[in-house]
């Protein structure tokens, strides 16, 4: 009974820790039932092709423990897909507030916080993205190959690991700033411009027509930048599975 149990129980854990990270399957739009009925549904489905689990008991102290690092491995998996959103987002925030569209937000129930709308869009079309290029079936290859790379076990997890994940981080600012990076500069050009202008005319009334201005070289400049987009979230998901590879064989303990 204890080895059907456990069975079902260590992989519904880490699964249940992937949904509870991951930005598509933790959308606010997906009942908490139905992702718990799916994340049930996923183990039975996956049970008969994961390796043998440890012969402990459910109920137990080692049990917990194997509970608990199941639930922190699937978090981190999921938790890595989510800082490609984060990443496009802070994009979004960057852009918006160069553009002058910082004070123009909307409620997010996926962040739980008024986002400026050129986040939203960026992150609206990035959810597109991956959703066409089965970003959420790569997450779900991730996971069940995870249970391969890293079996369940009572050992507590790599120290390592966790200190990979969090200078993974790292990507939110670089990759980022990067993809803001052209609108920022041509808003950049656009202030020096509106500066000289304002300079050699003090006339003009420089709120006047410096913030349609900017915000219409901000608008074309976003436009042209949509186009790299999915090359953007492409890569982002290779390097994804790459992480995720590494990371598993960082969470193996020392033996």
Do not use: C
């Not at 718990?36 to 183990?43: D, R």
């Not at 986002?115 to 869009?121: C, D, N």
């Not at 980022?176 to 920022?184: D, R, S, V, Y």
């Amino acid at each position: 009974m204890n080895s059907w149990l456990a069975l079902l129980f260590w992989p519904f854990l880490r699964i249940l820790g992937v949904f509870l990270a991951d930005p598509f399957f933790s959308s606010a739009a997906i009942n908490s039932t139905v992702r718990v009925a799916f994340a049930l549904l996923l183990t039975i489905l996956i049970a008969p092709v994961l390796p043998t689990m440890p012969d402990v008991p459910v109920f137990s102290a080692p049990g917990v423990l194997i509970g608990i690092n199941q639930l922190l491995v699937g978090w981190m998996i999921g938790m890595s897909m989510r800082l490609v959103f984060t990443a496009v987002e802070l994009a979004g925030n960057l852009s918006g507030l160069q553009m002058g569209l910082g004070f123009a937000s909307f409620y997010d129930p996926q962040s739980a916080a008024n986002v400026p709308v050129v986040a939203q869009f960026l992150s609206a079309a990035t959810t597109l993205l991956f959703l066409s290029m089965n970003g959420h079936l790569i997450v779900l290859r991730a996971l069940v190959d995870s249970f391969s790379q890293f079996p369940p076990t009572a050992q507590p997890l790599a120290a390592g690991a966790l200190k990979m994940l969090v200078d993974h981080g790292s990507v939110i600012f670089s990759t980022g700033l990067q993809l803001a990076m052209p609108i920022i500069a041509a808003l950049l050009i656009t202030n020096l411009a509106i500066g000289v202008m304002t300079r050699a005319a003090p006339q003009l009334n420089v709120f006047a027509i410096g913030f349609p201005i900017t915000l219409a070289i901000g608008a074309v400049s976003l436009y042209m930048v949509v186009p790299y987009l999915p090359q953007f979230v492409s890569a982002m998901i290779s390097e994804y599975t790459r992480f995720i590879n590494a990371l598993m064989l960082q969470l193996a303990p020392p033996r």
